[in-house]
């Protein structure tokens, strides 16, 4: 019985140290931001995105990077009657207002690293917080909108 008892605590402080290894990992990352979007569709293949970042078409359920830029975006099946084609795009999101407290740290940002590992990242003065604007959204315009004016 003492035996399952140990191999239990060990188990247990190995399992709580990796978690605290996750969690020091995941600090060290920049926030990233996700947003659907309508996806850009060519008509000559209606049933795929059009990924401009790569010239190409992509099939739904498949990813794909957004270089020169950082982020990645996959082309997503609506749910809609009848579905649509969205397109899920994940970024860094908006840089920080202007703070003379806070630099861009050279060190850790990567801008020709694979997404978010390319996310900028900053090193502040101790009491310094970044600022982020605020990022205005967009009530959907709805499909069935008129599009000349009634009469």
């Given at each position: 019985m003492k035996v399952i008892f140990v191999v239990a605590l060990v188990f247990a402080?190995?399992?709580?140290?990796?978690?605290?290894?996750?969690?020091?990992?995941?600090?060290?990352?920049?926030?990233?931001?996700k947003r659907l979007i309508p996806a850009d569709v060519l008509r000559d293949f209606p049933g795929m995105c059009f990924a401009s970042t790569r010239c190409a078409t992509v099939e739904p359920g498949k990813t794909?990077?957004?270089?020169?830029?950082?982020?990645?975006?996959?082309?997503?099946?609506?749910?809609?009657?009848?579905?649509?084609?969205?397109?899920?795009?994940?970024d860094c999101g908006p840089l920080p207002l202007a703070n003379p407290k806070c630099k861009l740290d050279e060190e850790k940002t990567n801008k020709t690293a694979a997404f978010p590992i390319c996310c900028p990242q900053f090193k502040c003065e101790e009491g310094a917080k970044l600022e982020f604007p605020e990022i205005p959204t967009v009530a959907p315009v709805p499909e069935e909108a008129p599009t000349t004016p009634k009469a």
């Open positions: 402080v190995a399992y709580s140290a990796d978690e605290k290894k996750e969690a020091e990992k995941s600090e060290d990352r920049p926030k990233t931001f794909w990077e957004l270089t020169p830029f950082c982020g990645r975006s996959t082309c997503v099946l609506s749910e809609d009657k009848p579905p649509r084609l969205l397109e899920l795009v994940e």
